[in-house]
């Protein structure tokens, strides 16, 4: 994938690691391999992955290792963003016995949800290849793992919509109601009163229908969000806005539905099954014997 992929929050990153651990391992630690096996016991082990995947997380899995054994050797024998064909070994382990199996389950818990987001991107952005329009995330994602998940969007080669709040304006009718500006001026007053206050800003505003995309387009929006719209509906859509601003499709989108926006010219199409309903990857960590 030739897809910039945004930097890993390695605060964040930790701080979900030390809670994924203490959740599984609690005060007594592993108690079936502290029991079981000697504390000398050292060995090795693969993580295979046995369906077709777009590996991310490679990263955050060796984190979560070396977390319980500094000294472990965690080898990725792939990269972030590659597609891997079903029994692939993604990475090779060696280190101690006890702390490899108290980590498999919390670093298998990442490395599958993360892959699956990333698989589930490669997908939606094969559906649109060879056209202009682009798949963008959204923030429906697990809590905490915004930036895990957003980095997966990335390896899998679709594109990262807002990260927050914080870095785009984004108008909705809640904020216009809330703001009491409902009536046939309120789009154009709003997009007024929030360029005044983060002029810097990429503003956006959604569209229920022809007639709010026209009030948004005048108003100077930077991108309209077609909500909910029908490829009908929204081909006119996108011939009254001419290029004078960017087009984002959102509501009701399928993977079956992408080729056929895409060919209606809009700009984007977001997806929040990107991360809200992926399927995790079968990834299992396969112990040595010999």
């Known amino acids: ?26 005060k007594a630690g592993d108690v ?15 993580l295979l992955a046995r369906e077709e995947c777009v590996c991310a997380g490679l990263q955050v899995a060796e984190a979560v290792f070396k977390r319980l054994d500094r000294n472990v050797k965690f080898s990725p024998l792939v990269q972030d963003g590659q597609l891997c064909r079903p029994n692939t070994v993604l990475a090779k382990i060696a280190g101690r016995a006890q702390a490899m199996l108290s980590a498999e389950r919390t670093a298998l818990n990442f490395l599958q949800r993360l892959c ?8 939606y952005a094969q559906a649109v290849k060879g056209s202009k329009t682009k798949i963008l995330d959204t923030r429906k994602t697990t809590p905490g793992w915004r930036n895990l998940e957003k980095y997966a ?6 594109t ?4 927050g709040l914080y870095d785009r304006i984004m108008i909705k009718d809640n904020h216009r109601t809330l ?3 409902t009536n046939e001026n309120g789009i154009k007053d709003a997009v007024e009163k929030a360029r005044r206050k983060y002029p810097a800003l990429v503003l956006e505003v959604e569209a229920d229908a022809l007639d709010d995309v ?3 387009l005048d108003a100077g929006a930077d991108c309209i969000l077609l909500d909910n719209m029908d490829n009908r509906t929204m081909k006119k859509a996108v011939a009254m806005v001419g290029g004078r601003a960017k087009t984002e499709a959102s509501g009701g989108i399928s993977l079956g539905r992408l080729a056929k926006i895409a060919e209606i010219g809009v700009d984007f199409i977001s997806c929040g099954s990107l991360t809200h309903s992926v399927k995790a990857i ?3 960590m396969e112990i040595s014997t010999d």
């Open 153 to 158: 969007v990335a390896a899998g080669g679709a």
């Open 32 to 46: 079936t391999s502290i029991s079981v096996i000697p504390p000398g016991t050292k060995t090795t082990a693969t």
């Open 116 to 123: 699956g987001v990333a698989t589930a991107s490669f997908h």
């Open 1 to 26: 994938m030739k897809t910039k992929l945004p930097e890993l929050d390695w605060t964040r990153i930790n701080t979900l690691i030390s809670l994924a651990l203490d959740e599984d391992l609690g």
């Open 282 to 284: 079968d990834i299992s």
């Open 214 to 216: 026209k009030k948004a």
């Open 160 to 163: 990262n919509h807002r990260i």
């Open 179 to 181: 703001a009491g500006f």
